[in-house]
């Protein structure tokens, strides 16, 4: 079979093409997604023992993808030594061929892909946390063959179960943002009943799912957000303390981030954040210092303002406030918090949908920040 056909699933489970269409980074490339990103035919990947190759559904487009393009801070290839970058570390798809060792999953099962890759072999894959081994990547940004094709390659750790309520877009958007979210604030920062959280960008893509796990726990979000479409949303997923950022210029000093404080307060009835839930960096990392309460946590992933972070650090050890850094997931997490969807208590929140030809528009989408919630693409799937 030279190729499968895009948008139907024509073949039965195991029959692998000759080739196959993916949306590809080179190196020459790199810059905005909309010029970086590209439909082309490659070689299907083989697979290792414990591995698995899936057939892409849909793929969730992700802030990693942008980076991925960019080339910056760090380029793909100086990370990964294949001619060309498959980004995408999000997708719902069939498990299509398993690896030799593989006992957990079988070709024909509908699965959700988590994007941790760990060795599976070291002393804290298999004590500590896979997070912590040397080897750890995130699939489809550290390493290739990633979601936005035809077949991906995934260590069979990766899958859990699709939710069978979900469509195949739905379903291919949450994972990484989501588990990212949980990890973050369920077993970092140990939020707790009561807990009033600050989450930044809480329209976005981490921050829908902070929204809905602070509800879902009983703790209090404060969410920040920049337009009245996104305030929108998150009052939908329950949150009632929200915050336009557009009236705080953070540039101007400490005198806007005291304003700020003062906002919160008076949302919460003269409470500080127990918890800020932190993936801006540059811009807002010295409010989120400021505004944390006396002993309060700041949970930080990413920082896509700038990760030179400069804020004062007197309200950090005089208050004695934490900063602990979060990154993605373990598949236990990962595992625990899928339950949550497949019980339909944690919703996906899905914006727009895109066939894989237009992947590169839908990453500049996110790029410019003009999304809301996630995007999805679809690949076999036809609607
Ligand atoms: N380490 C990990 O495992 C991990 C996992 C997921 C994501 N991340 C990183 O976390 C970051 C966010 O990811 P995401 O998927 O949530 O992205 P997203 O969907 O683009 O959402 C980010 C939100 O941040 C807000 N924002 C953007 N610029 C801002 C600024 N200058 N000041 C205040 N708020 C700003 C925006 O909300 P408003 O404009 O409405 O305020 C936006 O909706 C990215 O850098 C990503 O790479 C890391």
Same mark, same amino acid.
């Given at each position: 079979?030279?190729?499968?056909?895009?948008?139907?699933?024509?073949?039965?489970?195991?029959?692998? +093409?000759?080739?196959?269409?993916?949306?590809?980074?080179?190196?020459?490339?790199?810059?905005?997604?909309?010029? /970086?990103?590209?439909?082309?035919?490659?070689?299907?990947?083989?697979?290792? +023992?414990?591995? #698995?190759?899936?057939?892409?559904?849909?793929?969730?487009?992700?802030?990693?993808?942008?980076?991925?393009?960019?080339?910056?801070?760090?380029?793909?290839?100086?990370?990964?030594?294949?001619?060309?970058?498959?980004?995408?570390?999000? /997708?719902?798809?069939?498990?299509?061929?398993?690896?030799?060792?593989?006992?957990?999953?079988?070709?024909?099962?509908?699965?959700?892909?988590?994007?941790?890759?760990?060795?599976?072999?070291?002393?804290?894959?298999?004590?500590?946390?896979?997070?912590?081994?040397?080897?750890?990547?995130?699939?489809?940004?550290?390493?290739?063959?990633?979601?936005?094709?035809?077949?991906?390659?995934?260590?069979?750790?990766?899958?859990?179960?699709?939710?069978?309520?979900?469509?195949? /877009?739905?379903?291919?958007?949450?994972?990484?943002?989501?588990?990212?979210?949980?990890?973050?604030?369920?077993?970092?920062?140990?939020?707790?009943?009561?807990?009033?959280?600050? #989450?930044?960008?809480?329209?976005?893509?981490?921050?829908?799912?902070?929204?809905?796990?602070?509800?879902?726990?009983?703790?209090? +979000?404060?969410? #920040?957000?920049?337009?009245?479409?996104?305030?929108?949303?998150?009052?939908?997923?329950?949150?009632?303390?929200?915050?336009?950022?557009?009236?705080?210029?953070?540039?101007?000093?400490?005198?806007?981030?005291?304003?700020?404080?003062?906002?919160?307060?008076?949302?919460?009835?003269?409470?500080?954040?127990?918890?800020?839930?932190?993936?801006?960096?540059?811009?807002?990392?010295?409010?989120?210092?400021?505004?944390?309460?006396?002993?309060?946590?700041?949970?930080?992933?990413?920082?896509?303002?700038?990760?030179?972070?400069?804020?004062?650090?007197?309200?950090?050890?005089?208050?004695?406030?934490?900063?602990?850094?979060?990154?993605?997931?373990?598949?236990?997490?990962?595992?625990?918090?899928?339950?949550?969807?497949?019980?339909?208590?944690?919703?996906?929140?899905?914006?727009? #949908?895109?066939?894989?030809?237009?992947?590169?528009?839908?990453?500049?989408?996110?790029?410019?920040?003009?999304?809301?919630?996630?995007?999805?693409?679809?690949?076999?799937?036809?609607?």
């Amino acid at each position: 079979m030279k190729r499968l056909d895009l948008g139907a699933v024509t073949a039965p489970p195991g029959a692998i +093409p000759d080739s196959m269409l993916a949306v590809t980074i080179r190196r020459e490339r790199e810059g905005e997604p909309r010029d /970086a990103m590209k439909l082309e035919e490659v070689p299907v990947p083989g697979i290792g +023992p414990d591995e #698995v190759l899936v057939l892409v559904m849909a793929a969730g487009v992700n802030f990693n993808g942008v980076w991925a393009a960019r080339g910056r801070p760090v380029s793909v290839f100086d990370m990964h030594h294949e001619p060309f970058h498959i980004a995408g570390s999000d /997708a719902a798809g069939i498990v299509w061929k398993v690896g030799e060792s593989v006992t957990r999953w079988k070709p024909g099962d509908e699965v959700v892909v988590h994007c941790n890759q760990s060795c599976g072999q070291c002393p804290e894959c298999n004590g500590l946390d896979p997070m912590a081994c040397e080897r750890q990547k995130i699939w489809g940004y550290e390493t290739s063959w990633g979601s936005f094709a035809q077949l991906a390659k995934v260590q069979a750790q990766q899958l859990v179960h699709k939710p069978r309520q979900l469509g195949w /877009a739905e379903a291919a958007s949450y994972g990484l943002t989501y588990f990212t979210a949980y990890r973050m604030l369920v077993d970092r920062a140990e939020m707790k009943p009561g807990d009033n959280v600050l #989450v930044w960008g809480a329209g976005g893509g981490l921050g829908s799912f902070a929204v809905q796990l602070c509800k879902l726990v009983g703790a209090n +979000p404060i969410a #920040v957000v920049s337009s009245p479409e996104r305030e929108r949303l998150v009052r939908e997923l329950g949150a009632s303390m929200v915050i336009d950022r557009t009236g705080f210029d953070f540039t101007r000093g400490p005198q806007v981030s005291r304003a700020f404080g003062a906002r919160i307060r008076e949302l919460t009835g003269g409470k500080d954040a127990d918890i800020v839930f932190e993936h801006v960096g540059k811009q807002t990392f010295p409010t989120s210092v400021l505004v944390a309460k006396r002993f309060g946590k700041i949970v930080i992933c990413g920082a896509t303002s700038g990760y030179d972070l400069d804020f004062d650090v007197r309200y950090l050890w005089m208050r004695q406030k934490t900063i602990i850094g979060s990154h993605f997931a373990n598949a236990y997490e990962a595992e625990r918090a899928n339950r949550l969807v497949i019980e339909g208590k944690i919703r996906p929140v899905l914006d727009q #949908v895109f066939p894989l030809h237009r992947a590169a528009e839908a990453h500049q989408l996110v790029a410019d920040n003009r999304h809301k919630g996630k995007i999805a693409i679809l690949v076999q799937a036809a609607a």
